[in-house]
Nanobody, 117 residues
Framework: QVQLVESGGGLVQPGESLRLSCAASVSIVNVYTMGWYRQAPGKQRELVAGILSDGSTNYADSVKGRFTISRDNAKNTVRLQMNSLTPEDTAVYYC???????????WGQGTQVTVSS
């Protein structure tokens, strides 16, 4: 059973930064993709950033230039560095692991990020 544990969420002011971490209970070296999603109240869950096993990344347009996803295969961890946060970034952030290209994925429990003055 794959377990994902997110951490690093919290309350920050606009313009500040946070770094989220997602620790996996399995090796992520050959995992097809890992991603960060978020869900704000009353909205659908959306992809924020993803990283493939080859290191290539993709981002939602709303976070390009502000967020950076990275993976540390040695620590089975994926991180999301979030800079220049705005109130629109407020959401529960979820980590997702997809082992193979067309396989179902696994979700973490989520971590709350609140951006407010």
């Amino acid at each position: 059973q794959v377990q994902l544990v997110e951490s690093g969420g919290g309350l920050v002011q606009p313009g500040e930064s946070l770094r989220l971490s997602c620790a996996a209970s399995v090796s992520i070296v050959n995992v097809y993709t890992m991603g960060w999603y978020r869900q704000a109240p009353g909205k659908q869950r959306e992809l924020v950033a993803g990283i493939l096993s080859d290191g290539s990344t993709n981002y939602a347009d709303s976070v390009k230039g502000r967020f950076t996803i990275s993976r540390d295969n040695a620590k089975n961890t994926v991180r999301l560095q979030m800079n220049s946060l705005t109130p629109e970034d407020t959401a529960v952030y979820y980590c997702r692991l997809t082992p193979y290209r067309y396989s179902p994925g696994y979700w973490g429990q989520g971590t709350q990020v609140t951006v407010s003055s």
